[in-house]
């Protein structure tokens, strides 16, 4: 029988790291959708994900972290993008047991902006409109509006909650939808009609998951996605 080593021991640690950080992240994106930035107590996400609530700070440096962490994990604005859409995923650092995650304080470049470097021109915004759309399709057919799409349409919403998800959104989303619009060579209301394509395009998972609309709801996700598309083209051209 082969003696276990340091090795096995910080391929251990590593396992019980990444499920608790898992954890944590799950049972934060619940109680921030529920009580907002400023109700959600650090010891009730703790509780909830069954882990000290000392590694909060210790995977994610606090409140703000854990929060961006969440923004970062949403499936349409998170930082980290397949190589195989051009975007940059950034590298894990190590924390003080030798796992590693990656970081969360220097969000990635957008789709379109990665896109826009590599070869530019409307063949390249409409590549990263079709992969934003496609991310989407992938949320309405396996869960609930993600919590950005909820902020957006949320009155109750904390200045820092809104302020995070302005930020991801000016990152991640308005770019793709100001590129293939009067935006890409500066016509009028391009801000505008970027915002109110954000909001025709978050709006449609916060629809479904309320179930108001019926025929809404229970729509095919790609067949929405085809007349979503026909929508933008219509609203940012």
């Known amino acids: 029988m082969t003696p276990a080593g340091p090795a096995v021991d910080a391929a251990a640690r590593r396992r019980d790291a990444g499920r608790s950080r898992a954890r944590l992240l799950a049972a934060a994106t619940e109680l921030f959708a529920e009580r907002g930035y400023t109700g959600t107590a650090l010891r009730a996400v703790a509780e909830r994900a069954g882990v000290d ?23 349409v604005v998170g930082a980290a993008r397949d190589a195989g859409a051009g975007a940059v995923v950034e590298a894990p650092t190590p924390t003080r047991d030798g796992d590693e995650h990656p970081r969360q304080d220097r969000p990635g470049p957008s789709v ?41 349409f949320r009155c109750d919403l904390d200045d820092a909650a809104r302020a995070a998800t302005a930020t991801r959104l000016a990152q991640q ?7 293939v619009g009067p935006g890409s060579a500066g016509g009028p209301d391009a801000e505008l009609r970027a915002e109110l394509g954000a909001m025709v395009l978050l709006g449609i998972g916060v629809a479904r998951t309320a179930g108001t609309l019926p025929e809404l709801a229970a729509a095919d996700p790609d067949r929405l996605a085809e007349l979503l598309r026909e929508l933008l083209d219509t609203a940012l051209g």
Do not use: F
């Open 112 to 152: 379109a902006e990665n896109a826009g470097r590599e070869v530019g021109g409307d063949q390249d915004a409409n590549v990263a409109l079709a992969e934003l759309l496609a991310r989407m399709v992938e949320r309405w057919r396996d869960g609930p509006a993600s919590t950005v799409g909820q902020n957006v």
């Open 173 to 179: 989303v308005l770019p793709v939808l100001r590129a």
């Open 53 to 75: 609530a000392a590694l909060i700070a210790r995977y994610y440096g606090g409140k703000d972290g854990l929060y961006q962490a969440v923004l970062a994990a949403d499936p």
